[in-house]
């Protein structure tokens, strides 16, 4: 009943195939565009979402920049949590009947390693990486040869790739 009126027929059930689609097209064109702007007005919009005092997202770090150099670490604290490392690894070896590191000679080795850098840029690459780079140079000859140019050195140009490499990083 509608006003002491009963309707005869549903009037969802009485619209033609063309009246529903005409009433969805209005819809989707003028309605639904209307009420996601009310609710990027009123909520704030996507940005909102998932946003609270509960969230995932806001317990994530932002991300650094690559020009951000990383910050200096205390040698004090450095030289702590080595030992604590150390100690619990010892601990273990113990618990498994083997024989306990020696903490302290251990630290100061492991500290005395990280203090000295490389002396030269090839000593910082590893080996694996150099026969890599070697294998490039030694392709990159040979598509040279087949083209007609002359061969490059190809220890020379595995050191000034490796150069170039350990530079940019």
Do not use: C
């Not at 005409?22 to 209307?34: D, K, Q, Y």
């Not at 009123?42 to 994530?60: N, T």
């Amino acid at each position: 009943m509608w006003g002491g009126y009963a309707w005869p027929v549903d009037p969802a059930l009485a619209m033609t195939a063309v009246q529903k689609g005409a009433a969805v097209l209005v819809f989707t064109g003028v309605a639904a565009p209307l009420i996601g702007v009310a609710l990027r007005r009123v909520a704030g919009g996507w940005d909102s979402y998932g946003r609270g005092p509960f969230a995932i997202l806001d317990e994530r770090p932002a991300p650094r920049s690559r020009a951000a150099a990383p910050r200096p670490v205390d040698p004090a604290i450095q030289a702590a949590e080595v030992r604590q490392m150390l100690e619990a690894k010892s601990e273990r070896r113990r618990q498994r009947g083997e024989a306990p590191l020696d903490v302290e000679a251990e630290a100061a080795r492991l500290l005395a390693a990280g203090e000295d850098p490389p002396l030269h840029p090839r000593d910082a690459v590893d080996a694996e990486l150099r026969a890599e780079v070697r294998q490039l140079v030694v392709v990159r000859n040979e598509r040279r040869l087949r083209q007609g140019l002359a061969p490059l050195d190809v220890e020379a140009e595995t050191e000034r790739q490796l150069r170039d490499l350990v530079e940019s990083a």
